[in-house]
């Protein structure tokens, strides 16, 4: 068993361990953090011997099921690195933040096999095995929500489950319908990726379909419009590791698939819809962020603001060019970073206060100036203050979307301003402003929560001031999908 | 064969033996179990094999055959009734209304299927689908406390009878059609016919059909399916949905690869309405359920037209839709019987209603019953790391290597559908807060059954994630390999 291996079953292994053995909350959830500190280490340990080059690396592979030729087949390149370096990150962080929040040993058991969840989705090269991971990630989180969850959440639990079922089960009928054409053109039965992509029997009229059942699975876990409908109800809904989880993690799952599998397998499609997938992000940017602005819950309005975000993202990813790839793999990263931050932030505000609309809030700062530091340092990397690595994404997006079109870039660039400006007013309302509201109930962080959000403040300042050292190990890849999978070319 | 003739054999035995007063139900339960174990183990004898004979040609006449197919389909329904009789053995204890001879027509039911997927010729097959019928309505009705009880019987008694007389008619069809009623003959025979008119045998191939998806409840058939399900106590359910339907199918296949496979195309675009239609109203009717049992049974109909989007792609992926349906046979017979194994387990106490609403909260009184049912509903619902999963892949593959990508589609929407109805009940077990009081009388988990059961959850997942990584111990290759093999016994000349 490889490093990726490890990274992928330990949680896994660890949660069933501590699932059967009768320990308490505290005990698990010591484990789940010691177990994330592994990983982190393991992940560094990748990092570290990760070579410049655009191949796949710490690959590894074993047979499944022969008989259709179904492979455990997993593998890095530079872009699932620094997705694989985020969420090592930022899962400490999470834990350290929940420290106290969650009392329940189930929770914490759900937590660890999330987290194998995503790293066996993050390296997967073989389809079947992706999806096997993409649908089993989806358990837990349901676990999790239904359990610990707040207000309607038996049904919105419900629904997101069905929700995300429907599309990943389009994407499953594509998945299937490529591994037969593979079989009718090759005579042997292949479900990997680097096998799939040499299929030229589809008719053009074949792909469009295969490629929306895999758009439509992608678009629901991301969301774009018009597939956000599960969004509002179960941001509002779950309990702030839920949140955490859905936003900066699995939506980012999203686009990161995007890019892993819809990119090689239909590169002429991917070219083809560039400008309307732009178009679209573009328009979830302007319409989710309009729909944040009228939010008076302050989760309610981050979760569209991430959506906003999300737009951007995805944008960026179909301006096929590198300033645009480049800047959505770093927006993937500051976004994630920040979003993660600001509701793990919410989560604790809403231990002391409770939930509350955003006029009963005010005058926090006085009352907890640690929080409310941090809480700046996230919202601006959220709005892309200059110094901080938001600001580098969102302007290599901007540059990248202006590179392809320029009345889009245009677009873009004066949406980005206005769709994150209102986060402004938020963080003055709630934060700074003395309102008369009673907010003497609010504590600030403790020795924990300061501890677990030190190294997403600092990434932030830190990618903001020197994004070269964090983009080097990824242009070689992305250079490499641009020039030798869509054939565009592009420099930077 | 010999299987057969052990378990035939223990059937009259155990008849002869449940009219002595001294023997006790205990003993006609273990008698039963120790003949279903016998007949498993001399099965399994000669399983993995590719053969084909016919026992005894002078005797029987080539009524009869034995080949790695119809070894295959004995170990499914034998594994089914022994684990039925399993699971069985703490609901029979609790309700003091069943009577020794249960045993005896519970055997003679199972000879009555093995000779089924043995039958080599129309009639033979007609009376072992009587045997195994005729078996099934008195078990069905053998509670007699309940009204439902012996309305379930008599409504299945006098559909399936009419049903049986649509076999009867088509094989007179057939016979008149082709000058013999034996499998692999008329195949020849019908070879030699092609291009002349064969209206006869067609209408005689599709009254047989006409029994056939009746008694796997298809559209429009499944009329009968809820209500009987739901009058039969819940191990004759459970022994109904999955081992019969197994059988059942043990033979149309046999019949439609071998015999009536030149005219195969003039049903395809019946069976693709009729699938349509399957898929539909079984997923309407499960939505709609408020019991589980009849949840159960509403889902037994979708699961049957999964099978059948299988059964029309045969036509063009021969191989690997067949040994899709034997795979999905066997994910669904687990899954099902696991499930209906449990919730017989629960309610073995009278009091216990199977409603949605009585599991509110069950989990956090019952945990390891409540993960073995969410285990159960994830293999139903086809969720990835369970058996359900790999069947439905195979099942939707082959349909899509078949060129009905549409009809997968179609799986697809119905999966998605089932989603809601299974994941239902596992929200209402653990997201609720427990009502206490309603679960005292379940009892706790201890002896035989929960361990069949929670081994049948535990093969589930195996199923569904086993692979090469642990040699010599079968797992989903394992499956794939000895179902193909069972296919190709089919066309050993």
């Not at chain 1, 997993?74 to 420290?99: H, K």
């Not at chain 1, 981050?302 to 790839?325: D, K, P, T």
Request: charged fraction near 10%.
């Amino acid at each position: 068993m490889g490093v990726l291996s490890w990274i992928i079953f330990l949680p896994m292994a660890v949660a069933f361990v501590l699932l059967i053995l009768p320990v308490g909350a505290k005990a698990t959830r010591n484990g789940a953090f010691g177990v994330s500190l592994v990983i982190f280490a393991l992940a560094f340990y990748v990092h570290e011997h990760f070579a410049l080059s655009a191949q796949m690396q710490f690959y590894e592979q074993y047979d499944w099921i022969k008989s259709y030729g179904i492979t455990y087949r997993v593998g890095v390149d530079g872009f699932s690195l620094i997705v694989l370096m985020l969420i090592a990150t930022l899962l400490p962080s999470a834990y350290l933040l929940l420290w106290h929040n969650e009392r329940s040993k189930s929770y914490w058991i759900s937590m660890l096999f999330i987290q194998s969840g995503i790293s066996g989705t993050l390296f997967s090269l073989d389809l079947f095995l992706f999806y096997f991971f993409w649908e089993a990630m989806l358990l837990p989180v349901f676990m999790i929500i239904g359990l610990f969850g707040s207000g309607n959440r038996v049904f919105s639990t419900l629904k997101i489950t069905v929700y995300t079922i429907m599309g990943s089960l389009f994407m499953f009928v594509s998945i299937l319908y490529l591994g037969v054409a593979h079989y009718y053109e090759f005579g042997a039965w292949s479900f990997a990726l680097s096998d799939l992509v040499r299929i030229s029997t589809l008719t053009p009229m074949n792909q469009t379909f295969l490629f929306a059942g895999f758009m439509i699975a992608f678009a629901i876990k991301i969301p774009l419009f018009p597939f956000h409908s599960w969004l509002l109800e179960t941001y509002s809904t779950s309990p702030t590791g839920g949140v955490f989880l859905l936003s900066s993690i699995m939506a980012k799952l999203g686009v990161y698939a995007l890019v892993r599998f819809t990119m090689p397998l239909f590169p002429d499609l991917f070219v083809a819809y560039a400008r309307f997938f732009i178009g679209l992000g573009i328009f979830g940017l302007i319409y989710f962020g309009i729909a944040a602005i009228v939010q008076d819950n302050i989760k309610k309005m981050l979760a569209y603001s991430s959506a906003s975000h999300l737009g951007l993202i995805s944008a960026g990813v179909f301006s096929l060019n590198l300033q645009g790839l480049t800047g959505s793999a770093f927006l993937i990263v500051a976004h994630a970073i920040a979003t993660g931050g600001l509701f793990l932030l919410v989560g604790v505000m809403q231990r002391h206060l409770g939930i509350r609309p955003l006029s009963a809030l005010g005058g926090i700062a006085k009352r907890a100036p640690w929080f409310s530091v941090y809480f700046a340092v996230m919202l601006f990397c959220t709005v892309g203050i200059p110094g901080t690595n938001g600001f580098v994404a969102e302007l290599l997006i901007v540059l990248g979307i202006f590179h392809y079109n320029p009345y889009l870039g245009i677009l873009a660039a004066l949406t980005v301003l206005v769709a994150a400006s209102y986060m402004f007013w938020v963080f003055q309302k709630a934060i700074l402003v003395q309102s008369g509201n009673d907010v003497s109930q609010m504590r600030d962080l403790s020795f924990h929560e300061i501890v677990g959000l030190f190294p997403l403040a600092f990434l932030i300042v830190a990618m903001g001031v020197y994004p070269d050292f964090f983009l080097a190990k990824i242009t070689p890849t992305l250079q490499y999908y641009l020039d030798t999978i869509l054939h565009v070319g592009g420099k930077v | 064969m010999i299987a057969f003739g052990c378990v035939a054999l223990g059937a009259v035995l155990l008849m002869l033996l449940s009219a002595m007063p001294k023997v006790r139900m205990e003993h006609c339960s273990l008698f039963a179990f120790v003949t279903l174990l016998i007949g498993l183990i001399l099965t399994l004898a000669s399983f993995g094999e590719l053969f084909t004979f016919f026992p005894l040609p002078k005797f029987f006449h080539k009524m009869v055959i034995v080949d790695s197919y119809s070894v295959y389909f004995d170990a499914i329904i034998l594994s089914g009734a022994l684990v039925t009789s399993l699971i069985g053995t703490h609901y029979f204890q609790a309700k003091r209304h069943f009577k020794k001879e249960f045993f005896s027509l519970f055997l003679f039911s199972v000879s009555g299927m093995m000779l089924l997927v043995h039958a080599s010729e129309l009639l033979s097959a007609f009376i072992a689908l009587e045997i195994a019928s005729l078996s099934l309505y008195v078990m069905i009705g053998f509670q007699k406390v309940h009204d439902k009880r012996v309305e379930a019987s008599f409504q299945y008694l006098v559909l399936g009878s009419l049903a049986g007389i649509f076999f009867l008619l088509g094989s007179a069809f057939v016979y008149a059609g082709l000058g013999t009623t034996i499998l692999g003959e008329m195949g020849n025979r019908l070879d030699t016919l092609m291009g002349k008119d064969v209206s006869l045998v067609t209408i005689g191939a599709t009254l047989i059909l006409a029994t056939f998806l009746f008694k796997i409840s298809a559209f429009p058939f499944q009329n009968w399916t809820i209500d009987v399900y739901d009058g039969s106590s819940l191990p004759v359910s459970a022994f109904m949905a999955a081992t019969f339907k197994v059988a059942i199918f043990g033979f149309i296949l046999r019949l439609m690869l071998v015999d009536f496979d030149p005219i195969r195309d003039t049903w395809d675009t019946l069976f693709i309405v009729v699938i349509i239609a399957t898929l539909l109203y079984g997923s309407f009717l499960a939505i709609i359920q408020k019991s589980l049992k009849r949840m159960l049974a509403a889902s037994s109909i979708v699961h049957t037209g999964y099978l059948l989007i299988a059964f029309v792609s045969i036509g063009y992926a021969g191989e690997s839709a067949a040994s899709s349906i034997i795979y999905y046979l066997v994910a669904y017979f687990l899954s099902a019987m696991g499930a209906f194994g449990l919730i017989s387990y629960i309610a073995a106490d009278e009091h216990v209603r199977v409603t949605y609403e009585d599991f509110r909260g069950f989990a956090h009184v019952h945990p390891y019953m409540a993960a073995m049912l969410s285990v159960f509903m994830l293999s139903l619902a086809g969720i990835p790391s369970t058996i359900g999963f790999v069947g439905k892949f195979y099942i939707f593959t082959g349909a899509i290597e078949a060129g009905y990508t549409f009809l997968a589609v179609c799986g697809v929407v119905a999966t998605f559908v089932s989603v809601y109805y299974y994941f239902k009940l596992i929200a209402l077990m653990y997201f609720y807060p427990a009502c206490d009081s309603d679960w005292k009388d379940v009892p706790s988990l201890k002896g035989i059954t929960p361990l069949t059961i929670g081994l049948i959850a535990v093969a589930i997942i195996w199923g569904g994630i086993g692979n090469t990584f642990i040699a010599y111990f079968p797992g989903v290759d394992f499956l794939i390999d000895t179902a193909r093999l069972s296919y190709m016994s089919l066309f050993i000349k």
